[in-house]
């Protein structure tokens, strides 16, 4: 095996670091104006980010933009429409049919025998 040589102490730096004094604040009016100010340098910097990311493009003007997204919403709400009118329909029709259905299924009680006959004969398994 191979040995190593003595660790190596690196001396603490010369220069002297200054030390900041912590400053306190009392509870008041040092507090809200620094309450202030924080939220006054966040707005900006949200608006800054907003303003970069909501740009208008150069080739189309803003006006012309918002008008095609109202035309399609208007025709979002047209189709919307028109699929609750047709599920409305529907359901009318639905209800129309269920009242048109002879009574005659649910007064007349058919014999368990019947039912059977009707049916194909079950098969039946038998284990060895």
Known sequence: MTRSGPPVVTPPSTLPKEKKRKVFYEHGKDSLELAVSIGKTQEDKALLKAEKHHQPQ?????????HQKSRTKKKLEEVKATIASQRARLKREKV????????????????????????APRKRVSFA
């Not at 129309?96 to 025998?113: D, F, N």
């Open 58 to 66: 150069a080739g189309q003007p803003r006006s012309e933009r918002t």
């Open 96 to 119: 129309k049919m269920r009242k048109e259905r002879p009574e005659r299924a649910v007064h007349q009680k058919s014999s368990p025998s019947g039912n059977a006959q009707d049916r």
